[in-house]
C-alpha cells in the first residue's frame, strides 16, 4: 500500500487533535520540571498554514517554515503528547551537546513494529535494538564485516559489475531517447544488485531485482509511516499496522530475503553479511550473561535492515547530488576534470583521494539529507541548555534545519562544495546522526555515493533536457519521512571525451 504524505499528514493532524485536550491537562511531575518551551498544536499548524506551499515544498519553503516557528519559541521545544514528551533540536551545538556529552541518556530507541523488522514476532534489528550488549555486538558485526573503509575492498567487483550495468542502461535509454535519461528509474533497477550481493553473496537477475525493488520500496514507505506513530505505545501502533498493511506484505518479503538466504550463495564476492550472521552469537542483555545463535526470522529481520538501510538513503542522495550537478555545470567541470588528472578510477585508493569529490558528496547530503530527521529515545533524565528532559522522551533532531542554518553555513542554500575542502566542516554535518548510535554506514555511504558520482561524471556530461529550456532541474522535495525529489531527475547526457574530460565527444 502506498502512502501519500496528505494522508499521513491528516491522519497525525486528526489524532493530535483529539487527544490534544488530554495532552495540555499538567502531568504527574512534569509540572515541577522546566521542560524545554512548549509548542502548541495551534502555533504549529498556523506556521504550516501560513506558508503557501507550491505543488511540492522546496528547501527554502523548508527553511522558511524551520526558522518561523524557532523565531518563536527557540532551537528547543517540546511538544506534550498524550503518551510521551516529544522535544525538538534545531540548533547543533545543542544537537552535539545532547548527542555527545549525554551520550548514554540519549543511546536508546523505541523498538516500532515496522514491515522491515517484522519477521520476528518482537522486531529485531541494530538500529531498534535497546542500547546495551546485545546492540553493540550487533552493530560491531555489521561495522567491522561491512561498512568500514577497509572493508570496501572485499566488494570491488559486484561495485564495478554494478557500476557497468549502469553505465550500460544509461548508454542505451540515451542512444533511444535523444540522449534523455531517467536516472531513478536506471538506478533502482541495478542498485539492489549491490546490496544483495553484499548481503548474500550472490548476484539477482532482473526479474528478482524488480521484484526485490518492489517489495523493499513498499516495506520502507510502509515503516516510515509507522515511524511517524512512534510515540503511541506499542500495542497501538501494532493494531495500526495491522489495520493500515496489507498482511501479505511481510510474508511476501519474508519469503523473497528467505530465497536468497537459502538458495546459490556463490561468493563471488567475498564473505557475505548472512554469513557473519549465520555464525553471530548474541550476547544476552541482563546480567545473566551468556551467548547464544540468531534464529532465522532474526537474520531476515537484520538483512532486510540492512538492504533498506543502505538501499534508500544512498539512492536518493545520489540522485540529488547529479540533480546539483546538472544545475552547477561549473561544479561538474571542475570534478571532471579532477577526475581526469586522477586517471583511472576504478581503484579505491585513487577514489578516496579526491577531496573534491568528496567535498561534491558531503555539499549533497548537506543541502539534501535524505533522512531530514531523526531520534532517540531518552532512558535518563538530563539537562540541556538550562532546560530538563525526561526520562521517556523522544528527541527529534532536525538535520535538515542544521543543514541550512545561517549561523553555520555561509550563504546556506548555495550549493558550492569548496566550503567543505575548509577542515572541520564534516563535524557540523547531521545528516548521518551523531554520538553513539550515529549511523553505522555512513563511511560506507559516502564511499559509495563517492564511486557512482565518480563514474558518472567521468563517462557522461549531464545537462538540462531540452524540455526544461536549458532551465534548472526542479529542486523541490517530496516531505516525508525520506526526502527524495518530488520530481524524478531527467537529464540530457553526452558522453566525455575521455582525452580531455571538459569536452564532449
Ligand atoms: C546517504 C546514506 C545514509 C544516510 C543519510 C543515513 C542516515 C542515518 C541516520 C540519520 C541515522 C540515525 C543516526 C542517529 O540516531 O544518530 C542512521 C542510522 C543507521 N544507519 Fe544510516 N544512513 C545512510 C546509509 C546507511 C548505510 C549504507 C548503512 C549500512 C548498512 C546504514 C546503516 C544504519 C544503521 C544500522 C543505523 C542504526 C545505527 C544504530 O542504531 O546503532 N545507513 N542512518
Redesign the pocket.
Known amino acids: 500500500m502506498e502512502v501519500q504524505a496528505p494522508l499521513l499528514i491528516l491522519l497525525v493532524t486528526l489524532l493530535l487533535g483529539l487527544l490534544y485536550n488530554y495532552a495540555s491537562s499538567p502531568r504527574k511531575g512534569s509540572a515541577a520540571r522546566n521542560l524545554p518551551p512548549s509548542l502548541p498544536l495551534f502555533s504549529l499548524l498556523t506556521a504550516i498554514a501560513g506558508i503557501s506551499w507550491p505543488s511540492a515544498p522546496s528547501l527554502a519553503d523548508i527553511n522558511h517554515l524551520l526558522h518561523r516557528l524557532q523565531a518563536f519559541r527557540g532551537p528547543i521545544t517540546s511538544l506534550c503528547l498524550p503518551f510521551c514528551t516529544a522535544v525538538f533540536i534545531s540548533d547543533v551545538d545543542l544537537a552535539n551537546q545532547v548527542?555527545v556529552n549525554n551520550g548514554s541518556a540519549v543511546s536508546d530507541?523505541i523498538r516500532p513494529s515496522t514491515p522491515i523488522h517484522r519477521h520476528t514476532p518482537e522486531n529485531f534489528?541494530?538500529?531498534?535494538?535497546p542500547y546495551g550488549e546485545a546492540?553493540r555486538s550487533l552493530?560491531r558485526n555489521?561495522v567491522s564485516g561491512?561498512?568500514t573503509p577497509s572493508s570496501t575492498k572485499h566488494f570491488a567487483g559486484a561495485r564495478r559489475q554494478v557500476k557497468e550495468k549502469l553505465l550500460e542502461r544509461f548508454t542505451s535509454e540515451a542512444a533511444e531517447s535523444a540522449g534523455i535519461v531517467n536516472f531513478r528509474n536506471n538506478l533502482s533497477r541495478v542498485f539492489y544488485s549491490l546490496l544483495v550481493s553484499m548481503c548474500f553473496g550472490r548476484d539477482l537477475d532482473d526479474r528478482e531485482t524488480v521484484e526485490l525493488d518492489r517489495t523493499m520500496k513498499s516495506m520502507i514507505s510502509e515503516s516510515a509511516v509507522l515511524l511517524f506513530f512512534s510515540f503511541l505505545p506499542r500495542l497501538i501502533q501494532k493494531v495500526f499496522s495491522k489495520f493500515l498493511f496489507s498482511k501479505n506484505g511481510g510474508k511476501h518479503s519474508a519469503g523473497i530475503l528467505l530465497h536468497l538466504l537459502k538458495n546459490g550463495r556463490d561468493h563471488l564476492h567475498a564473505t557475505c553479511y548472512a554469513d557473519t550472521l549465520l555464525e553471530f552469537e548474541l550476547p544476552a542483555d541482563n546480567k545473566g550473561g551468556g551467548k547464544r545463535k540468531l534464529r532465522e526470522d532474526e537474520i531476515l529481520d537484520l538483512c532486510a535492515?540492512?538492504i533498506g538501510?543502505?538501499g534508500h538513503?544512498?539512492p536518493?542522495?545520489l540522485e540529488w547530488i547529479m540533480a546539483e550537478l546538472v544545475n552547477h555545470p561549473r561544479v561538474q567541470g571542475r570534478l571532471a576534470e579532477e577526475l581526469f588528472l586522477l586517471g583511472r578510477i576504478d581503484g579505491d585508493q585513487e577514489m578516496t583521494s579526491s577531496p573534491y569529490l568528496r567535498a561534491v558528496v558531503m555539499e549533497g547530503?548537506r543541502l539534501h539529507?535524505?533522512?531530514p530527521s531523526?531520534?532517540?529515545l531518552v532512558g535518563k533524565e538530563f539537562e540541556v541548555g538550562g532546560y530538563a528532559v525526561p526520562k521517556g522522551a523522544l528527541v527529534f533532531?532536525n538535520?535538515a534545519s542544521m543543514g541550512v542554518d545561517e549561523r553555520l553555513w555561509e550563504d546556506p542554500l548555495k550549493f558550492f562544495p569548496e566550503r567543505f575542502l575548509a577542515a572541520g566542516k564534516n563535524a557540523k554535518l547531521?545528516?548521518?546522526?551523531?554520538?553513539?548510535?550515529?549511523?553505522?554506514?555512513?563511511e560506507?555511504?559516502?564511499f559509495?555515493?563517492s564511486y557512482f558520482v565518480a563514474h558518472l561524471v567521468k563517462e557522461f556530461e549531464w545537462r538540462p533536457t531540452a524540455a526544461q529550456g536549458g532551465e534548472q532541474v526542479d529542486m523541490s522535495a517530496k516531505m516525508d519521512f525520506f526526502m527524495p525529489m518530488k520530481t524524478p531527475l531527467r537529464a540530457c547526457i553526452v558522453r566525455r571525451d575521455n582525452k580531455n574530460t571538459n569536452k564532449t565527444a
Do not use: D, H, K, Q
Not at 125 to 129: E, L, Q
Not at 430 to 442: D, H, L, Q
Open positions: 548527542l530507541r534489528g541494530v538500529a531498534i535494538s546492540w552493530r555489521l561491512f561498512v535492515e540492512f538501510a543502505s538513503n544512498t536518493i542522495a547530503i539529507p535524505p533522512s531523526f531520534f532517540r533532531f538535520a547531521m545528516a548521518f546522526g551523531g554520538g553513539r548510535r550515529m549511523c553505522a554506514g555512513s560506507s555511504a559516502v559509495i555515493l
